[in-house]
């Protein structure tokens, strides 16, 4: 037959294709190994509707085996007496006496281990032999029970055995037993600790006054109460002479440039300035500087006149001479005898204006002021590296005070709780002056095992639980996907279809029939007779309309072309869902072209009973045949067609990479709405993703209940390497209890409306 071309011209596979949000497929951090994944309340029914089975077995087991051991079980009797251990009037004699509440001074846990020792129980076996020879201290201890009621000063006695007249003499036994006990042996251990606490009395007295004396000296030797303060203290001073030196410094560096200053102003040294400072202010010595400063200067206007020989010159320099011994004289007078005139620069002392003056009398002050701020700075040194050593020493005391101090307090608190101890024994000495009383006692033991009722529902408790158990075990063991939510979750990705199971699907029939409508009823219209009759449409049918619709809408911008139906093992349903996704197609009206790619294993054409003479790989490998030559129309469905696989090649991963097969890939999506080709599965061939390639993508069939995971997880894991599009998956073999639509389509179809309101809601 000859196939008319598809008007649309097709875009080769993904170029310029948006598809819908499509996650990429979960390759994600969800590895196939997270068994850790969270549950929810359906995945654990889910489970347990499954393994059903388990559950009720093992429950029924456990139950049956816990009533049987129940029923068969002999009585067990108990009886108990009660001893009251402590005066009740104890209490408030002590509180009256001392002005506090004491509550109890009894060990009660270890009272009840003293009852339960040989030492005690090995007297009272003895009597007990007597008419029991077969009781021991073992036998008895095993079934005896000593407790404190609640926070009472009442022990508890309880003894259980089979027979109720023993349990009733072992007890009064072991009551009059422990009340001799009580009489005689209680005070012992009393006495002797006061006698203890005693003798160590007058050594913990001693050490405490020794060490009190030791810490008073430490304290009076090196001056301080305590080691913190003083650290304190020290650290102050430091740093108040720290800052006190650090003026100190600032001010001596001031008048260092002072002195600098005024030295390079005035030209003389720290002595000159004394001397000129003393000579300026000697009225004699500055009228006879004044004389001699006249004499030279008309010196030296007559040698300009005259020559040294004439006699004015000659009387100039005598008056010059006389006035120089006066002057000397006058300085001698003005500085003492310590300097010398001759040492006097009169060129630089004797003319000293008020500027100059005051400049000498600065400079003067300078000199004075650095001396004494470099004594003051020394002694500030001195009195830093004091405190420092004193401080360096500081926790060498410390830790010497420490230690006297901890020592000390150690010892107060022996001595202050071998005094308390004592006042407790004595204290508890006075209240056993009081023997125990029996309060109650034994006068029937009664039964208390077997609970029947009870130990059978805690049986059948115990069975559901453990049933739970094994179920949840068997299905941690089991690894195949169960249900579609377990199956989005573990791989991520989206599910395009579910198909409920079927076990009548071997063939296809024509949509009507699989819609449950006789020949010769219109398809479209609901027809009403006597009882009202209605579109009986059917799950399976519905399913694949769905999953068509879904691939439709995958896409925003070009519709899907062609795809690749593939799974990962074999048996999981691929060429079922490929054929029936076909005749959904076209039965909306859609050219379809199912292609038999599975060249290894074929079955389209046995399912649909056409021959198989002619098909794919002829096509491929022969020169002689076209397209049209190989294609069949489907006898279910008008705008079906069907290219079979053909006779099985020796290499048929070679003819599917050919470059022939690509070229007849592209020709087919040019004359068909879709193309839909059934391949072996993705595991071990390679042959699905060579042909994806060329197509708009896989879309994975998991079989439920028969897809193991680990091996699915392996192939999208591949998929994801190489770069194929995996459009989604289909979910196959749903059973009707694991999906929740199955109910509300059912519901749907199979609720009679109400005549009445039928024309209100059809």
Do not use: C
């Amino acid at each position: 037959m000859k196939i008319k071309p598809y008007s649309q011209p097709i875009m080769p596979n993904n170029n310029g294709r948006q598809f819908q949000q499509l996650p990429p497929p979960i390759f994600a951090e969800q590895g196939y190994e997270d068994e850790g994944s969270k549950l929810d309340v359906r995945q654990i029914l889910g489970v347990l509707r499954r393994r059903a089975l388990v559950v009720a077995s093992v429950a029924i087991a456990v139950a049956s085996t816990a009533g049987m051991r129940t029923w068969n079980s002999p009585p067990l009797y108990q009886g108990s007496f009660r001893v009251l251990v402590e005066p009740i009037t104890a209490e408030t004699k002590v509180a009256q006496t001392f002005g506090a509440i004491v509550y109890s001074s009894l060990d009660y846990d270890t009272q009840t281990e003293v009852l339960r020792s040989p030492s005690v129980l090995s007297p009272i076996v003895e009597q007990i032999k007597a008419k029991y020879p077969e009781i021991n201290y073992d036998s008895l201890i095993g079934s005896l029970i000593i407790t404190r009621l609640g926070q009472t000063k009442i022990i508890e006695v309880r003894y259980q055995d089979m027979d109720a007249n023993k349990v009733k003499d072992i007890l009064q036994q072991v009551a009059e037993g422990y009340l001799a006990y009580s009489r005689v042996q209680r005070q012992s251990d009393v006495r002797e600790g006061i006698q203890f606490v005693q003798e160590q009395l007058p050594n913990l007295r001693l050490r405490v006054d020794t060490l009190q004396a030791k810490l008073q000296k430490f304290r009076q030797q090196y001056n301080f109460i305590d080691p913190e303060t003083k650290a304190q203290e020290l650290s102050g001073r430091l740093n108040s002479l720290g800052q006190e030196k650090v003026t100190t410094k600032t001010k001596l560096d001031e008048m260092r440039s002072l002195y600098t200053i005024l030295q390079g102003q005035l030209g003389l040294k720290p002595d000159e300035a004394i001397l000129a400072s003393a000579l300026s202010e000697a009225s004699r010595y500055q009228k006879l500087l004044n004389e001699l400063q006249d004499v030279e200067t008309k010196l030296a206007v007559e040698s300009v006149r005259f020559t040294d020989e004439n006699p004015t010159i000659q009387a100039l320099k005598e008056q010059r001479q006389k006035l120089l011994p006066l002057i000397n004289q006058e300085a001698q007078k003005v500085l003492g005898n310590n300097i010398s005139p001759a040492t006097v620069n009169r060129e630089r002392l004797t003319y000293q204006n008020s500027i100059r003056l005051t400049l000498t009398q600065q400079f003067v002050e300078a000199t004075n002021q650095i001396k004494v701020l470099e004594v003051r700075n020394k002694a500030l040194d001195r009195a830093e590296a004091s405190l420092v050593q004193e401080f360096k020493e500081m926790p060498i005391r410390a830790r010497e005070y420490t230690d006297l101090k901890r020592d000390l307090q150690v010892s107060t608190e022996s001595l202050l709780r071998f005094l308390s101890t004592r006042e407790s024994l004595e204290i508890e000495a006075a209240q056993k002056a009081t023997p125990w009383q029996l309060i109650s006692k034994t006068e029937s033991a009664i039964p208390i095992s077997p609970s029947k009722y009870r130990n059978i529902m805690l049986g059948v408790v115990a069975g559901v639980l453990l049933g739970a158990g094994a179920a949840w075990l068997a299905e941690m063991l089991d690894s195949v996907f169960h249900s579609v939510d377990e199956l989005k979750d573990r791989t991520g990705m989206p599910i395009l279809g579910i198909v409920p199971y079927n076990k009548s699907v071997k063939k296809l029939v024509p949509v009507a029939q699989a819609a449950g409508l006789l020949p010769g009823e219109n398809q479209d219209a609901i027809v009403e007779d006597n009882n009202l009759r209605r579109y009986n449409a059917s799950p399976f049918v519905e399913a694949f309309r769905s999953l068509y619709t879904n691939v439709r809408l995958l896409s925003t911008d070009l519709p899907v072309r062609s795809l690749v139906i593939s799974s990962s093992t074999p048996a999981e349903g691929k060429t079922v869902v490929a054929l029936n996704l076909a005749q959904a197609a076209a039965a909306m009206g859609q050219r379809v072209l199912l292609v038999d790619a599975d060249l290894r294993r074929p079955q389209v054409h046995q399912r649909l009973s056409l021959t198989n003479m002619r098909g794919l790989s002829n096509l491929i490998s022969a020169e002689d045949l076209t397209i049209n030559d190989v294609i069949q129309q489907s006898p279910v469905e008008e705008n079906l067609f069907v290219m079979t696989s053909g006779q099985v090649p020796p290499d048929p991963t070679r003819l599917l990479s050919s470059e022939k097969m690509q070229n007849i890939m592209g020709q087919l999506q040019t004359s068909f709405n879709l193309v839909i080709y059934d391949t072996p599965p993705l595991q071990g061939f390679a042959d699905a993703n060579i042909l994806a390639t060329t197509t708009d993508g896989v879309v994975l069939v998991v079989g439920l209940g028969k897809t193991d995971r680990y091996p699915l997880m392996q192939v999208i894991e591949g998929l994801r390497l190489s770069g194929t599009t995996v459009l989604g998956m289909v979910a196959n073999g749903v059973k009707k209890h694991t999906i929740r639509w199955h109910d509300s389509y059912n519901r749907y179809y199979t609720t009679q409306p109400n005549r009445d309101r039928l024309g209100n809601r059809a």
